[in-house]
């Protein structure tokens, strides 16, 4: 007689935050927490893409806004791992755009559209009060083949 185990479920997703002041030096730190988190949780894999889009934002989220603060939550699963960066900055969305070949700056969101399996933004708040935004960016492991 044939029996079907049942299917454990799965475990809940990992979630990681980080608050670090709007300064020079938020980046490199985020870069450095989220390559960690990954090395611990066996995503090795995806660390470079994903610390470098994260660089790109949390860079992104100092350059364009005032905001005091700025967020980082990583949060890992079975089946995907996203980024969300947020800020106070509701009403600065991202634009993704075409850099010109002699420009400096401009390529951030490209890099992050091409190395993740996806990205966007929200506003958070409620309506006629925003108060936020995140930008984030996500890998599906399972399309890239990984399991953590």
């Given at each position: 007689m044939n029996r079907c185990a049942p299917v454990p479920p799965a475990p809940p997703p990992r979630s990681y935050r980080l608050t670090t002041p709007n300064a020079p030096g938020s980046a490199a730190v985020a870069r450095r927490v989220v390559g960690a988190l990954l090395h611990g949780a066996a995503l090795d894999?995806?660390?470079?893409?994903?610390v470098l889009c994260t660089d790109e934002l949390v860079g992104n989220a100092c350059r364009y806004t005032r905001t005091p603060r700025i967020r980082v939550a990583v949060t890992f699963g079975r089946d995907g791992?996203?980024?969300h960066v947020h800020d106070d900055a509701p009403l600065r969305p991202p634009v993704l755009r075409?850099?010109?070949?002699?420009?400096t700056?401009?390529?951030?969101?490209a890099l992050v559209e091409a190395l993740?399996?996806?990205w966007g933004w929200a506003v958070h708040g409620t309506p006629g009060r925003p108060?936020?935004?995140?930008?984030?960016?996500?890998?599906?492991l399972r399309g890239r083949g990984i399991v953590p």
């Open positions: 894999p995806l660390r470079d893409d994903a791992l996203r980024v075409a850099a010109g070949p002699l420009e700056g401009g390529r951030g969101l993740s399996d996806e108060r936020s935004k995140s930008v984030w960016f996500g890998f599906d």
